[in-house]
């Protein structure tokens, strides 16, 4: 991160200031050591009254905040509530005229920046504004593709959308006057936006001429409930699209044409009867949105183990239930009480591994001995073992008050010298980072005493986090000592900890 943020200047502002205090600022960005210092002259440029150190701060943000991609950070995350305050108010402004320092329009450019990840219904109408003034005059690239990305955002976050950016934007999709690549960046904007008025301009992007137009208007098509009001219409344009003109649009139109995924723990396995077969087929590749709803229903309450366990894995599989816009969240409650039933049942193969599965995510504290239970469970399929541990984790970290029960039944999986030592290492990484729960410590610390290596080192990874390290030094510095000096990529993250 620091690196990228000295090396850059700006997107769009010849930074030069008559003020010494923003040009001190300015200068600081290319100096910064730390984030901390960065911070500084971040809040220097942006607190400023000049519209050029204004709009160099949101740069600033924008370049962070893509950087942060790769796992660092923004230092400026801290302020993004004050970074959307600027970036409204230079909206408010008039487009500043071109000049020595940009080209006209970038103090709006840089403040779509600053809204391109938090913009709402509120801001319809300055992005009407922008938008009006492209029919007067064309705009700076980077002004036009800002400007569309924030519609889209405005647009998809609209319960209703304002009917004069839905209007403004299908123009512009609709203008052949206008490069095919600023036409397709409008209909982008109108991908996730609901509303009957913008289906009604997908599907007359479905009838252009131009096919990279066709293929991303079919595939918005396929977002969400509009799927399943336009599937024939998907059917019979795919039919007509040649070999030699594909697109990562097109595609995607023809994946959501083809069976979605089978499970994730029954591959192999058929559903028990002609009747749960038929409600498979049609949640794999759904025909209408009350077929679907049936299908699932149907192998959900069928009683039969495969029926039940693919359809508990479709729950949550990103291609499963959801896959075109139903709301996973009005099953939660038959979903769990299915799932807490089969693990009532005392064979634990691939049954218990979907039910687990699921619970990860919806499991609560009065599913505490149902887990406990599974933890303890000795003797099935190991797919559901490890998935007792990965939901055990998950609920750990999900619930306000880590639990005793499932904390001392990882214990018992950890030392239990029948299994896999990965399995049981996995146990360990389970209680990591549980800040409230001092018990959770005191297994890592007993852990460590393990004879086996991988168990040791899992353990002593555990108490390295923050909170743990200081308090546990000694006893970690004492049992590195007697590491090999090959013990493993996962040993030298202690080491490294340690500061040796």
Not at 55 to 60: E, P, S, Y
Not at 302 to 316: E, K, M
Request: proline content about 5%; hydrophobic content about 40%.
């Amino acid at each position: 991160m620091t690196t990228f943020l000295q090396e850059f200047e700006s997107w769009y502002w010849n930074c030069e200031f008559d003020d010494p205090e923003l040009t001190a600022a300015y200068d600081a960005t290319g100096t910064a050591t730390t984030p901390e210092e960065f911070e500084q002259a971040f809040l220097v440029l942006l607190r400023s009254n000049d519209t050029v150190a204004r709009g160099t701060a949101l740069d600033f943000y924008d370049r962070a905040g893509a950087t942060s991609r790769f796992g660092e950070e923004s230092p400026f995350d801290a302020h993004t509530d004050e970074v959307v305050s600027v970036a409204r108010e230079l909206l408010r402004q008039p487009p500043r005229p071109e000049d020595e320092y940009t080209f006209e329009g970038a103090n709006h450019a840089s403040a779509l920046l600053g809204l391109k990840n938090a913009a709402g219904p509120q801001d319809a109408d300055a992005i009407v504004g922008i938008l009006e003034r492209f029919l007067e005059r064309t705009p700076d690239i980077n002004l036009h593709d800002n400007a569309l990305v924030v519609a889209g955002v405005v647009l998809e976050s609209s319960a209703v959308p304002d009917p004069r950016l839905v209007e403004l934007v299908g123009g512009l999709v609709f203008d052949r006057s206008s490069d095919c690549e600023d036409r397709l960046a409008a209909l982008g904007a109108l991908r996730e936006a609901p509303g009957a008025e913008v289906t009604a301009l997908l599907v007359r992007a479905t009838g252009e001429d131009e096919w990279k137009i066709q293929q991303e208007a079919a595939w918005a098509l396929t977002v969400g409930g509009r799927f399943y009001a336009h599937r024939e219409l998907l059917e019979g344009l795919i039919e007509t699209w040649p070999d030699d003109e594909r697109s990562w649009w097109g595609d995607l139109a023809r994946q959501a044409l083809a069976d979605g995924p089978h499970s994730l723990y029954w591959e192999g396995h058929e559903p028990e009867t002609e009747e749960l077969r038929a409600a498979h087929r049609e949640l794999r590749s759904p025909t209408d949105e009350a077929a679907h709803r049936s299908a699932y229903r149907t192998m959900l309450h069928s009683g039969q183990p495969v029926a039940v366990g693919i359809a508990l894995d479709h729950f949550h599989q990103d291609d499963g239930l959801t896959r075109f816009g139903l709301d996973a969240r009005e099953w939660a409650p038959e979903v769990l009480a299915v799932a807490r039933d089969v693990l009532g049942h005392p064979e634990a193969g691939a049954n218990h591994a979907s039910a687990l599965h699921l619970m990860e995510e919806l499991a609560g504290p009065e599913d505490v001995e149902a887990l406990a239970a599974a933890l303890r469970r000795r003797g099935g399929a190991k797919a559901a073992r490890e998935r007792a541990v990965q939901t055990a984790k998950s609920c750990l970290t999900r619930w306000e008050a880590p639990d005793d029960r499932v904390i001392a039944a990882l214990e018992e999986f950890i030392h239990d010298g029948s299994l896999d030592v990965d399995e049981r290492s996995e146990a360990v990484i389970a209680l990591f980072d549980l800040p409230t729960a001092p018990q959770a410590t005191a297994v890592l610390v007993r852990a460590t005493r393990s004879p086996e290596l991988p168990i040791q080192v899992e353990a002593a990874i555990g108490l390295t986090f923050e909170h743990l390290i200081d308090a546990h030094r000694e006893l970690l510095e004492r049992l590195v000592a007697t590491w090999p000096q090959e013990a493993g990529n996962r040993a030298t993250i202690v080491r490294f900890d340690l500061g040796e």
